[in-house]
């Protein structure tokens, strides 16, 4: 049962990498985007430090609420972790927008 759940931490924890990794190419992107057309004081960095941190943060604490419980259960928390992490990358792009208006 123990292997079961850490397979299923690792193989969702493989599309969180990709959350990250896509978060820190756009935080190595986009200031140098906007600094090429004249925005670079514009530079959303807190938004930037937030889409790296909080894919991480919120699937870390997905699993710890799923720990103790059924194995399917434990699956479904570690998706909606997903989810939630798909709508705040989403929600941060929206307000990267907002800012450089």
Known sequence: MRAARIAIAIALGLIVSWFIFDALSQAIALPLDLEAVGLADRTPVFVLWASVLLPAVIYGLALIVGWRQSLS??????????????TAR????????FLLR
């Open 73 to 86: 259960r434990y699956t479904l928390v570690a998706i909606v972790g997903l989810c939630v992490i798909a």
């Open 90 to 97: 989403l929600s941060l792009y929206s307000l990267v927008g």
